[in-house]
């Protein structure tokens, strides 16, 4: 029986508007209580939104560059934004007492367990049996503890099992990426408000971004529309299981950090605005293609889940005229592992 009394509602169920209408964490006073998290934030945000190689004679294309942030990618704002939560809720109750827990496709828990690490938190991470050896080599560096799913149960038997954790087993605090309000109004009050700065006044005619959890693609989309109210919303997942697809999981390999649940399961964010969203689907060999063909253009590394929403913005370009952009996201520079298929 379980230990535990915890309600933890399922991947499925349906996200009411007003879970989001929720005050996020107050970040500022969490820093000045714990020396560690102001340290991660000052490093955090502010990327450039540079130019990238567009379709000749159509619009022109420009990328946020995540991985200058401190452990290398998008999923750093989420961590903060988690934690953020998680140290909100734990009060001041000593950190040593505190133990989270997350299912992570990669970059989410090299970014926590770097924040865990420095708070003195306690770690604990659902990963994929098909997770990269140098992110586990880096958890068992900082201490964290893994539990391995079976890669061929897909994606979505990775988050269910970190949903019974704090069910099963007393002491554990869930972080819920594609439910906690503080992941998509993070990149609603962050990302997306350095992008409205950095555009500088110029509208962007459509918003690229794959779909993990859809904080990044929601949380960005509602900070432009209130900027630029007639921006299109562009949602990128992999060919092998889109989003929103009938098939069950598979173990197939596919883009990094990205993905459909199976079984029709729509992630919680994105189902809110369906009404609003193209879906647009990029298989793998395509994306470790886009990864060496924008390598060869510009002499920067990407990684698999970026290259998917540089096609994709690409393809989205080539039908608008010059005079409009298209702004997308480069969520990480890639994995040692994705580089070393593409020989180095």
């Not at 900082?142 to 704090?166: H, I, N, S, W, Y």
Request: net charge negative; proline share 9%; aromatic share 6%.
């Amino acid at each position: 029986m379980p230990r535990n009394t915890v309600a933890v509602p399922p991947l499925q169920a349906p996200l009411l508007p007003e879970e989001l209408a929720v005050a996020p964490p107050d970040y500022a006073a969490l820093e000045d209580r714990h020396p560690a998290f102001r340290r991660f934030a000052a490093a955090l945000g502010n990327t450039p939104l540079i130019p990238l190689p567009g379709p000749d004679g159509g619009a022109r294309l420009l990328g946020k560059c995540e991985w200058e942030n401190p452990a290398g990618s998008i999923k750093d704002r989420v961590a903060y934004a988690l934690m953020g939560d998680a140290l909100q809720r734990h009060g001041n109750s000593p950190l040593a007492g505190l133990r989270v827990v997350e299912y992570s496709g990669g970059n989410l828990a090299r970014a926590l367990s770097l924040l865990c690490a420095d708070l003195g938190v306690t770690a604990r991470f659902v990963l994929s049996s098909a997770s990269p050896r140098s992110l586990l080599d880096v958890l068992a560096e900082r201490g964290a503890q893994v539990d391995l799913v079976d890669k061929e149960l897909g994606f979505l038997e990775v988050v269910r099992t970190a949903l019974r954790t704090p069910v099963e087993e007393d002491g554990w605090t869930l972080l819920y990426q594609h439910r906690n309000p503080a992941n998509l109004l993070l990149h609603e009050a962050a990302t997306g408000q350095e992008i409205i700065r950095q555009l500088d006044g110029r509208a962007p005619a459509a918003w690229v971004a794959s779909i993990g959890t859809g904080g990044t693609l929601i949380g960005v989309l509602r900070a432009l529309r209130s900027a630029f109210p007639g921006v299109r919303a562009v949602g990128v997942t992999p060919e092998e299981l889109p989003y929103g697809s009938p098939e069950p999981p598979n173990g197939k390999p596919k883009y990094a950090g990205s993905g459909g649940m199976g079984h029709g399961i729509r992630q919680p964010f994105v189902a809110l605005h369906d009404h609003e969203i193209e879906h647009y689907a990029v298989s793998y060999p395509q994306a470790l293609d886009g990864m060496a063909e924008f390598h060869r253009l510009t002499g920067v590394r990407i990684g698999s889940s970026a290259a998917a929403n540089w096609l994709t913005a690409r393809r989205i370009a080539a039908a608008l005229p010059p005079s409009q952009t298209v702004v997308t996201v480069l969520p990480d520079a890639g994995t040692p592992e994705e580089w070393e298929r593409l020989g180095g």
